[in-house]
């Protein structure tokens, strides 16, 4: 009876993880969707511009680059590891590519 018990209780996690990472993945395609159609619409410049000047600000590693709305407004942050191990986070306008906030993280 434990044994059956358990295995109903392995079924059903194996259910219930399978259902979140479904849903993860659905977003994240929702996501990318929804920026391709941005940029098609040309409603924010290509992610590869904002890096070209990230870089020229920050030279280094590409650590992240995100594509999020606030209050609006879309915006490019973007993380680089410079050459002393220091990790920059920058937040573009992704309509218009100024740098909105630059901050070291420690």
């Known amino acids: 009876m434990i044994k059956y018990l358990k295995n109903r209780l392995l079924l059903v996690s194996g259910i219930l993880l399978l259902g979140t990472l479904n849903n993860s993945l659905a977003e994240n395609e929702s996501d990318q969707d929804r920026a391709r159609q941005l940029r098609e619409n040309e409603d924010i410049l290509p992610l590869e511009r904002i890096l070209e000047q990230a870089k020229t600000q920050h030279r280094g590693r590409l650590i992240e680059?995100?594509?999020?709305?606030?209050?609006?407004r879309?915006?490019?942050?973007?993380?680089?590891?410079?050459?002393?191990?220091?990790?920059?986070?920058?937040?573009?306008?992704?309509?218009?590519?100024?740098?909105?906030?630059t901050d070291q993280e420690k």
């Not at 590891?81 to 986070?89: A, P």
């Open 74 to 101: 879309w915006i490019y942050g973007v993380e680089i590891l410079d050459e002393n191990g220091i990790v920059w986070d920058m937040d573009y306008d992704a309509t218009t590519g100024t740098l909105l906030e």
């Open 65 to 72: 680059a995100e594509l999020d709305q606030e209050e609006n």
